[in-house]
C-alpha cells in the first residue's frame, strides 16, 4: 500500500516563498505520476500540479503556473512543490497524490485519477 505524508507547510507573508515535500512509501515511486492539489476554506479541492513519470513532465494550473514548480527525488521516494510569490489566495490544506505504478502518464488534472492521498499539510498566507 502506498504512502504519502506531506511536510513542509506554515505560516508565510504575501510574496513569500514555501517548500512542500511528499515522501512516498510502498510502492514504486519512479514510474508513478505525483500530482498536488489543494483545498481552500469553504472550497473543493483542485489541481495544482503532477509530475508525470515516463517523460519527467509537469502540467500546472493556470492559477499558479509561473510561481509553483513541482520536482522529484527518486532516489529519496519525495515530490516537491516550490511556491513562490505567494498570495493570500494561496491559503489551503495542500494534498499530494499518487497514480498506481505503471499506470497511463497521460497528464491528469481530476481527483479521479489519483489512487493514494495524503493526509494534507496547511498552508496560511497572510496579507
Known amino acids: 500500500q502506498v504512502q504519502l505524508v506531506e511536510s513542509g507547510g506554515g505560516l508565510v507573508q504575501a510574496e513569500g516563498s514555501l517548500r512542500l515535500s511528499c515522501v512516498a512509501s510502498?510502492?514504486?515511486?519512479?514510474?508513478?505520476?505525483m500530482g498536488w492539489f489543494r483545498q481552500a476554506p469553504g472550497k473543493e479541492r483542485e489541481f495544482v500540479g503532477t509530475?508525470?513519470?515516463?517523460?519527467?513532465?509537469?502540467y500546472y494550473a493556470d492559477s499558479v503556473k509561473g510561481r509553483f514548480t513541482i520536482s522529484r527525488d527518486n532516489a529519496q521516494n519525495t515530490v516537491y512543490l516550490q511556491m513562490r510569490s505567494l498570495k493570500p489566495e494561496d491559503t489551503a490544506v495542500y494534498f499530494c497524490?499518487?497514480?498506481?505504478?505503471?499506470?497511463?502518464?497521460?497528464?491528469?488534472?481530476?481527483?479521479?485519477?489519483?489512487?493514494?492521498w495524503g493526509q494534507g499539510t496547511r498552508v496560511i498566507v497572510s496579507s
Open positions: 497524490a499518487a497514480r498506481k505504478p505503471y499506470s497511463s502518464d497521460h497528464i491528469h488534472v481530476g481527483e479521479s485519477g489519483y489512487d493514494y
Open positions: 510502498g510502492g514504486t515511486f519512479s514510474k508513478q505520476q
Open positions: 509530475s508525470t513519470w515516463i517523460a519527467g513532465t509537469t
